[in-house]
T-cell receptor, first 113, second 110 residues
């Protein structure tokens, strides 16, 4: 068990809808990362937060947004969903967001029908 | 554009044998090279992290090497076990975060 909790584990929705994925980092970790994993693309970095502030942005679509709350949990919001958004979404956390170990959650499997 | 290429795509070996997985990276500026193990349906688990000044790092039966000149890394698994069956993912760390390879799918047969 990595100590990173993601909910829900599975999400099935329709095109055009909006969903929210939730992540609780390991106790004491200040940095949260979001990744998308699809079969053909591998893991893609979406966005990183550190202590409530956005620190780095990767290949995140404008339809996607995220935030980290004062209690350090994070939410990833996906809107106007398309079939191509179907993927595994992982959250990871680390202590300070530097060159240190990342701890991944078990992911949320999103299926857009 | 930052890229990480892994080979082979998939590999089948017998239990008890050794194997080596390869990773070529083009990441700039380069800060670290990581190897992860990912079981089916689970999140990746960190195996090793190396900075540009490190040549080798071990974690039990896993040994990673890094050649910063040729931008190549390898992961050597010794005396494989059935539980080593998984995907092994390499990632290069740069200023814009981690760039991941697509992984090598390793199957250990009894």
């Amino acid at each position: 068990d990595s100590g990173v909790t993601q909910t829900p584990k599975h999400l099935i929705t329709a095109t055009g809808q909006r969903v929210t994925l939730r992540c609780s980092p390991r106790s004491g970790d200040l940095s949260v990362y979001w990744y998308q994993q699809s079969l053909d693309q591998g893991l893609q970095f979406l966005i990183q937060y550190y202590n409530g502030e956005e620190r780095a942005k990767g290949n995140i679509l404008e339809r996607f947004s995220a935030q980290q709350f004062p209690d350090l949990h994070s939410e990833l919001n996906l809107s106007s969903l398309e079939l191509g958004d179907s993927a595994l979404y992982f959250c990871a956390s680390s202590l300070t967001g530097g060159n240190e170990k990342l701890f991944f959650g078990s992911g949320t499997q999103l299926s857009v029908l | 554009k930052n890229q990480v290429e892994q080979s082979p795509q998939s590999l089948i070996i017998l239990e008890g044998k050794n194997c080596t997985l390869q990773c070529n990276y083009t990441v700039s500026p380069f800060s670290n090279l990581r190897w992860y193990k990912q079981d089916t349906g689970r999140g990746p688990v960190s195996l090793t992290i190396m900075t540009f000044s490190e040549n080798t790092k071990s974690n039990g039966r896993y040994t990673a090497t890094l050649d910063a000149d040729t931008k190549q890394s390898s992961l050597h698994i010794t005396a494989s076990q059935l539980s080593d069956s998984a995907s092994y993912i390499c990632s290069g760390g740069g200023a814009d975060g981690l760039t991941f390879g697509k992984g090598t799918h390793l199957i250990i047969q009894p």
